[in-house]
């Protein structure tokens, strides 16, 4: 059965520096998501993207994120100057469309900022 | 924005025995609701989900009632087994926000022998 996965699986990184989460989705899926979850809180959206463009994102999704599909088949979550409240864990979902569609979850990335 | 309720925050029950989860929500436009399970060190996997337009969805031993008159939403597992031990995380999706999931703060289920 397709999955999601994700890379890596736990990230450990210096405040201020820049990190970069790794995303494989479904391979016909053409709607993207990150969501993240700090440590005993509920999973948070953070951005949806569709056709090499943000559809939406939420408060959280500030300047120092950004998102791109390089190729066809990664799709990556940046984070420019990590900051203490960014370690969380990070998951990565997709959809074969969007309205109302099944979004399909990875495993995540345990993002550990020191 | 829509806001999420869910209750119970941990739930102990004994293996055979049924096990209900429920959730409000604020918006009254959200029109679909699903039901993901997570187990440790593992992503949220859908297990079941409601659109508006139906008042109950039936899985095997999952079903997730939904009413929209009070903006709640409920999972039932009957017969629970060990491997149903588990956090269990509902969401909703508002019409205008047409990817956004805002999930449930979970519910940690244990079935005990």
């Known amino acids: 059965e397709p999955e999601v996965t994700q890379t890596p699986s736990h990230q450990v990184t210096q405040m201020g520096q820049e990190v970069i989460l790794r995303c494989v989705p479904i391979?016909?899926?053409?709607?993207f998501y990150w969501y993240r979850q700090i440590l005993g809180q509920k999973v948070e959206f953070l951005v949806s993207f569709y056709n090499n463009e943000i559809s939406e994102k939420s408060e959280i999704f500030d300047d120092q994120f950004s998102v791109e599909r390089p190729d066809g088949s990664n799709f990556t979550l940046k984070i420019r100057s990590t900051k203490l409240e960014d370690s969380a864990m990070y998951f990565c979902?997709?959809?074969?469309?969007?309205?109302?569609?099944?979004?399909?979850f990875g495993p995540g990335t345990r993002l550990t900022v020191l | 924005g829509e806001n999420v309720e869910q209750h119970p925050s941990t739930l102990s029950v004994q293996e055979g025995d049924s096990a209900v989860i429920k959730c409000t929500y604020s918006?009254?436009?959200?029109?679909?609701f699903p039901w993901y399970k997570q187990e440790l060190g593992k992503g949220p996997q859908l297990i079941i989900d409601i659109r508006s337009n139906v008042g109950e969805k039936k899985d095997q031993r999952i079903a997730v009632t939904l009413n929209k008159t009070a903006k709640h939403f409920s999972l039932h597992i009957t017969e629970t087994q060990p491997e149903d031990s588990a956090v269990y995380f509902c969401?909703?999706?508002?019409?205008?926000?047409?990817?956004?999931?805002?999930f449930g703060t979970g519910t940690r289920l244990q079935v005990t022998l």
């Open positions: 969401a909703a999706r508002a019409t205008g926000t047409a990817s956004k999931l805002t």
């Open positions: 918006d009254s436009a959200s029109n679909y």
């Open positions: 391979s016909n899926h053409l709607y």
């Open positions: 979902a997709s959809s074969l469309g969007l309205a109302a569609d099944t979004q399909y």
